[in-house]
């Protein structure tokens, strides 16, 4: 059941002659010997090296190992290699890239999963970036386990893959029995290329219908009051003593705590970013939201977001504060006061689902355009199904 | 055409291609033990079988063509660049009565030959309809016309001291006098070294290989050829390479001429030389940028072949040289 | 200028190289020594009285930063000594996705998984490298064992003691399972 159909779905016209032709088949059965041992023995590969496997199969082609010795180069185009060697972790952003690569790739083709992430997504298989193992979607033929493996254990795994391409000829591929149930086997949450209920795959207009996201209305001018008051610097920490009177006397706000940023009301944080920005915080540090669902005591599903700025300069001073909003209003945005908050809120965006009100591009920035959800809300499955590699 | 000259011609073109499929092998023994590796050792003995089992691999490869590919261009440049790499050969003299086309515009010919293995490569880069084998080729095309300058002036200075384009006539001068680059040594070996530089550049091998710079244009031309069409793209740059030693060796070195033996054992010894030499400077040199190259053709290499050119048509007239 | 004398070093380097022997050991059939604390998979140990050494009692799984371990915990009574203890029902460790970080052999309370010094073979499945109870028990017979376990890990940890050193071992020479999966 496991047999890689992919792998048998080209012949070569030649190779279709001598098995429709009667008899030339017998007659020809060195000739198809040879033609295997060249095959076996002129293995090109394509190193697909993400991370740290990718030095060891580096390693592997250096002097030590050598796997120029079994024939074995590495080729820069798809076009004209045998193998796909996967190294290293495959983000869901890559494997449509690794897929792309992997079709360009002339049949006979093989692929070899090296190392533990590229096998099974090591312990970031549970991630939402991280695609539980590469055959999901490639048809593997060999898996090199280790982490990373070492340079021989690759040479090893092309060997291995000799055994196979020659059993595959001569009509007893190696994997063909049904693999057993195991217990304690980690099985992937996505199922598997080989597997028979495997769900067919997302329709572009499904891609499409993920993609809801629409800008809203400009802010418009903010009126700020420039006058800068008189208040001392800042906790030997760089914490600074500024902001608490500020809020205090200008912002209404009562309620300061000791072990986290103030809370700022959503319609006054534009204004307050401003006054801070003409106080001499001028370079603004991050931009973190954070997801809290409803509760059972009542409390409504929110956003929290953080801002923090910064002096510039010797003894610099930090600023930061939360602003908090309902789920389904929006943060006002401050990219016209900074405009590097413009990628960070797109960000914040694209992994938690906070809009910004007026800001000029609310777009994903990290994850593919065509992703459904916002993998960082509290609510979000981490074994989602419509992964959109597929 | 004599049956003679077809026969040795169809002879000439398989012996090269034998040669060259080994001088793979050699190249990758060579390159292995450059790196303090073995190079290929598993496949026959000492490796041996390795090319073959190469070609064998290539020839069972799914030949795929680009949707938006030029198909017939794309089908047809492959085969042509061996093909006019192979011409090349049929014009080298093995020995005193061993030249398959034995012709009076030999030297001329050469270099007409090496420029039209241009239009192959440049047909496979505009087939592709591929970003990466189109910047390949135009760049194939920039090195190999800006070459093709210093590569005629220096072929010139044995034609001007033999006074003959045959190149039979030159190894004969040279048999009759001296090798060219050991006298006038200040004429010959000055020449020999540029037209080595030359025609590293024509054949596109490092240090001049910026049309197929992996970390800029992935393959180059080649870049969409799978299969047997790669194959020969493959085996036209080698068989250039050899060629051009061969055509190097006749100039410069002597060709067939030698102490002792017969004359197609020091032709091929010297061409076998020249050949491992080049892949010496292969797996040494790194490459040359774009604008290095072109300031190393046009401010070094033209001006030089020039001045060695006048100094060629002056040593004649001196009592020494005439 | 700088490129010349460059270009003339580098091939003076490779023309030494291609004279002096190579750097090569030909790996299926000549393996690399292995430092002493080589490791890369896993065995399950029986004790002195021939017992199962494993009790089930977990500390593996939960240690795992990968959750590779899966425990089922029994209880029965030893057919050795005739006390009731805790067995491994079933006991399974996917190399799919470990780390090889030897945390489970360093909180093992009774020293009961140990690693290896050869690799498992790679597979043409997932499967193939799911190491079963059967198959961890096997590697204890077939293939040699690294150095390390529970107490010698922990002792090097006590800041008394000092960290202590791996005996060389006797056995550096190839492992007989590599050398024979390679052929």
Same mark, same amino acid.
């Not at chain 2, 041996?48 to 261009?73: M, N, S, T």
């Not at chain 3, 199962?52 to 959750?67: D, K, N, V």
């Given at each position: 059941?496991?047999?890689?159909?992919?792998?048998?779905?080209?012949?070569?016209?030649?190779?279709?002659?001598?098995?429709?032709?009667?008899?030339?088949?017998?007659?020809?059965?060195?000739?198809?010997?040879?033609?295997?041992?060249?095959?076996?023995?002129?293995?090109?590969?394509?190193?697909?090296?993400?991370?740290?496997?990718?030095? *060891?199969?580096?390693?592997?082609?250096?002097?030590?190992?050598?796997?120029?010795?079994?024939?074995?180069?590495?080729?820069?185009?798809?076009?004209?290699?045998? $193998?796909?060697?996967?190294?290293?972790? %495959?983000?869901?952003?890559?494997?449509?890239?690794?897929?792309?690569?992997?079709?360009?790739?002339?049949?006979?083709?093989?692929?070899?999963?090296?190392?533990?992430?590229?096998?099974?997504?090591?312990?970031?298989?549970?991630?939402?970036?991280?695609?539980?193992?590469?055959?999901?979607?490639?048809? $593997?033929?060999?898996?090199?386990?280790?982490?990373?493996?070492?340079?021989?254990?690759?040479?090893?795994?092309?060997?291995?893959?000799? *055994?196979?391409?020659?059993?595959?000829?001569?009509?007893?591929? !190696?994997?063909?029995?049904?693999?057993?149930?195991?217990?304690?086997? %980690?099985?992937?949450?996505?199922?598997?290329?080989?597997?028979?209920?495997?769900?067919?795959?997302?329709?572009?207009?499904?891609?499409?219908?993920?993609?809801?996201?629409?800008?809203?209305?400009?802010?418009?001018?903010?009126?700020?009051?420039?006058?800068?008051?008189?208040?001392?610097?800042?906790?030997?920490?760089?914490?600074?003593?500024?902001?608490?009177?500020?809020?205090?006397?200008?912002?209404?706000?009562?309620? %300061?705590?000791?072990?986290?940023?103030?809370?700022?009301?959503?319609?006054?944080?534009?204004?307050?970013?401003?006054?801070?920005?003409?106080?001499?915080?001028?370079?603004?540090?991050? $931009?973190?939201?954070?997801?809290?669902?409803?509760?059972?005591?009542?409390?409504?599903?929110?956003?929290?977001?953080?801002?923090?700025?910064?002096? !510039?300069?010797?003894?610099?001073?930090?600023?930061?504060?939360?602003?908090?909003?309902?789920?389904?209003?929006?943060?006002?945005?401050?990219?016209?006061?900074?405009?590097?908050?413009?990628?960070?809120?797109?960000?914040?965006?694209?992994? $938690?689902?906070?809009?910004?009100?007026?800001?000029?591009?609310?777009?994903?920035?990290?994850?593919?355009?065509?992703?459904?959800?916002?993998?960082?809300?509290?609510?979000?499955?981490?074994?989602?199904?419509?992964?959109?590699?597929? | 055409?004599?049956?003679?000259?077809?026969?040795?011609?169809?002879?000439?073109?398989?012996?090269?291609?034998?040669?060259?499929?080994?001088?793979?092998?050699?190249?990758?023994?060579?390159?292995?033990?450059?790196?303090?590796?073995?190079?290929?050792?598993?496949?026959?003995?000492?490796?041996?079988?390795?090319?073959?089992?190469?070609?064998?691999?290539?020839?069972?490869?799914? /030949?795929?063509?680009?949707?938006?590919?030029?198909?017939?261009?794309?089908?047809?440049?492959?085969?042509?660049?061996?093909?006019?790499?192979?011409? #090349?050969?049929?014009?080298?003299?093995?020995? /005193?009565?061993?030249?398959?086309?034995?012709?009076?515009?030999?030297?001329?010919?050469?270099?007409?030959?090496?420029?039209?293995?241009?239009? /192959?490569?440049?047909?496979?880069?505009?087939?592709?309809?591929?970003?990466?084998?189109?910047?390949?080729?135009?760049?194939?095309?920039?090195?190999?016309?800006?070459?093709?300058?210093?590569?005629?002036?220096?072929?010139?200075?044995? #034609?001007?001291?033999?006074?003959?384009?045959?190149?039979?006539?030159?190894?004969?001068?040279?048999?009759?006098?001296?090798?060219?680059?050991?006298?006038?040594?200040?004429?010959?070996?000055?020449?020999?070294?540029?037209?080595?530089?030359?025609?590293?550049?024509?054949?596109?091998?490092i240090p001049f290989d910026i049309?197929e710079a992996e970390s800029e244009? @992935?393959?180059?031309?080649?870049?969409?050829?799978?299969?047997?069409?790669?194959?020969?793209?493959?085996?036209?740059?080698?068989?250039?390479?050899?060629?051009?030693?061969?055509?190097?060796?006749?100039?410069?070195?002597?060709?067939?001429?030698?102490?002792?033996?017969?004359?197609?054992?020091?032709?091929?010894?010297?061409?076998?030389?020249?050949?491992?030499?080049?892949?010496?400077?292969?797996?040494?040199l790194v490459r040359l940028r774009a604008?290095q190259l072109?300031?190393?053709?046009?401010?070094?290499? @033209?001006?030089?072949?020039?001045?060695? @050119?006048?100094?060629?048509?002056?040593?004649?007239?001196?009592?020494?040289?005439? | 200028?700088?490129?010349?004398?460059?270009?003339?070093?580098?091939?003076?380097?490779?023309?030494?190289?291609?004279?002096?022997?190579?750097?090569?050991?030909?790996?299926?059939?000549?393996?690399?020594?292995?430092?002493?604390?080589?490791?890369?998979?896993?065995?399950?140990?029986?004790?002195?009285?021939?017992?199962?050494?494993?009790?089930?009692?977990?500390?593996?799984?939960?240690?795992?930063?990968?959750?590779?371990?899966?425990?089922?915990?029994?209880?029965?009574?030893?057919?050795?000594?005739?006390?009731?203890?805790?067995?491994?029902?079933?006991?399974?460790?996917?190399?799919?996705?470990?780390?090889?970080?030897?945390?489970?052999?360093?909180?093992?309370?009774?020293?009961?998984?140990?690693?290896?010094?050869?690799?498992?073979?790679?597979?043409?499945?997932?499967?193939?490298?799911?190491?079963?109870?059967?198959?961890?028990?096997?590697?204890?017979?077939?293939?040699?064992?690294?150095?390390?376990?529970?107490?010698?890990?922990?002792?090097?940890?006590?800041?008394?003691?000092?960290?202590?050193?791996?005996?060389?071992?006797?056995?550096?020479?190839?492992?007989?399972?590599?050398?024979?999966?390679?052929?």
């Open positions: 059941m496991a047999v890689n159909e992919d792998a048998l779905a080209y012949h070569h016209p030649l190779y279709d002659l001598m098995l429709n032709v009667p008899g030339l088949a017998v007659g020809l059965a060195p000739v198809d010997r040879l033609l295997t041992w060249g095959l076996k023995n002129s293995l090109w590969v394509f190193p697909m090296a993400t991370s740290c496997c990718g030095i *060891e199969y580096m390693a592997a082609s250096a002097s030590r190992v050598d796997i120029d010795r079994m024939g074995t180069i590495p080729r820069a185009s798809p076009r004209q290699a045998d $193998v796909m060697l996967v190294a290293g972790t %495959i983000t869901v952003k890559m494997a449509p890239r690794v897929k792309r690569l992997w079709d360009q790739m002339p049949e006979p083709k093989w692929c070899i999963a090296m190392g533990s992430c590229a096998i099974s997504g090591d312990f970031y298989r549970n991630l939402y970036s991280v695609v539980p193992g590469i055959d999901t979607f490639l048809p $593997v033929d060999v898996y090199v386990p280790g982490c990373p493996p070492n340079p021989e254990a690759v040479m090893h795994g092309l060997l291995r893959l000799q *055994e196979k391409v020659e059993a595959a000829r001569a009509g007893h591929p !190696v994997n063909a029995e049904p693999p057993p149930e195991l217990f304690g086997a %980690i099985s992937p949450s996505l199922p598997r290329l080989t597997d028979q209920n495997r769900p067919p795959e997302l329709s572009e207009e499904q891609v499409q219908a993920s993609l809801t996201v629409v800008p809203e209305g400009d802010p418009g001018e903010v009126p700020v009051d420039l006058t800068p008051p008189s208040i001392p610097g800042a906790l030997p920490d760089g914490v600074s003593t500024e902001l608490a009177p500020l809020l205090k006397d200008r912002f209404g706000v009562a309620e %300061i705590p000791a072990d986290a940023p103030p809370l700022v009301p959503a319609e006054r944080h534009v204004e307050l970013a401003a006054t801070l920005k003409a106080l001499g915080y001028r370079q603004l540090v991050f $931009v973190a939201a954070s997801h809290h669902p409803a509760k059972k005591d009542g409390e409504a599903e929110a956003f929290e977001v953080a801002y923090a700025l910064r002096t !510039v300069g010797a003894g610099s001073k930090v600023a930061s504060w939360r602003v908090r909003v309902p789920a389904t209003e929006s943060v006002p945005t401050l990219t016209p006061t900074f405009a590097g908050a413009d990628w960070q809120e797109r960000e914040q965006f694209d992994l $938690v689902g906070v809009r910004f009100s007026g800001h000029p591009d609310l777009r994903r920035v990290m994850l593919p355009e065509n992703w459904e959800g916002h993998p960082l809300r509290r609510d979000y499955p981490a074994d989602h199904a419509a992964a959109p590699w597929r | 055409m004599t049956l003679f000259a077809w026969l040795s011609s169809i002879l000439v073109a398989v012996i090269v291609l034998t040669v060259t499929a080994f001088g793979l092998w050699w190249e990758r023994k060579l390159a292995g033990r450059m790196q303090s590796r073995l190079g290929p050792t598993i496949v026959g003995p000492i490796g041996l079988f390795q090319p073959i089992a190469d070609l064998l691999k290539l020839v069972q490869k799914e /030949p795929i063509i680009p949707q938006r590919a030029d198909r017939a261009l794309f089908w047809l440049a492959p085969p042509l660049t061996t093909l006019f790499a192979l011409l #090349v050969a049929a014009l080298v003299p093995f020995g /005193p009565k061993l030249a398959p086309a034995n012709i009076d515009v030999g030297v001329p010919l050469i270099i007409a030959l090496g420029g039209l293995a241009l239009i /192959p490569v440049w047909m496979a880069g505009w087939a592709s309809h591929n970003k990466y084998a189109l910047l390949g080729a135009m760049r194939a095309v920039a090195q190999s016309v800006s070459y093709g300058v210093p590569l005629v002036l220096t072929a010139l200075v044995p #034609v001007i001291l033999a006074g003959s384009m045959n190149l039979n006539s030159i190894v004969a001068w040279q048999h009759r006098h001296h090798w060219l680059v050991v006298w006038p040594v200040f004429l010959g070996l000055p020449a020999f070294i540029l037209f080595i530089l030359a025609m590293l550049a024509e054949a596109n091998r049309p244009l @992935v393959a180059g031309v080649s870049t969409e050829y799978t299969g047997m069409h790669f194959g020969f793209i493959y085996l036209a740059e080698y068989v250039h390479t050899l060629v051009g030693s061969a055509v190097a060796s006749t100039l410069f070195l002597g060709g067939w001429d030698g102490p002792f033996g017969p004359s197609v054992l020091w032709m091929v010894l010297k061409t076998c030389l020249l050949f491992s030499v080049l892949y010496w400077l292969r797996w040494s604008d072109m300031a190393l053709a046009w401010k070094w290499l @033209v001006p030089a072949g020039l001045a060695l @050119v006048l100094l060629a048509a002056v040593w004649t007239q001196t009592p020494w040289g005439r | 200028m700088g490129y010349l004398l460059d270009g003339l070093k580098s091939m003076w380097t490779t023309a030494l190289n291609a004279i002096r022997p190579p750097f090569t050991q030909e790996f299926p059939k000549v393996l690399r020594p292995h430092p002493e604390r080589y490791h890369t998979s896993f065995a399950l140990l029986h004790d002195e009285t021939g017992d199962e050494a494993c009790t089930g009692c977990g500390a593996c799984a939960r240690i795992c930063p990968s959750q590779v371990i899966t425990v089922k915990l029994g209880k029965r009574e030893s057919a050795i000594t005739q006390k009731k203890r805790g067995y491994a029902d079933d006991f399974t460790l996917d190399l799919t996705a470990c780390l090889v970080c030897e945390l489970c052999v360093q909180v093992c309370p009774t020293d009961a998984i140990v690693m290896l010094k050869v690799p498992e073979l790679p597979g043409f499945r997932r499967e193939d490298l799911v190491l079963s109870m059967p198959r961890l028990y096997e590697n204890e017979k077939s293939k040699p064992l690294g150095w390390s376990n529970a107490t010698k890990l922990m002792a090097m940890q006590d800041p008394k003691a000092g960290a202590a050193k791996p005996e060389p071992s006797k056995e550096t020479a190839p492992a007989p399972a590599a050398a024979g999966a390679a052929s």
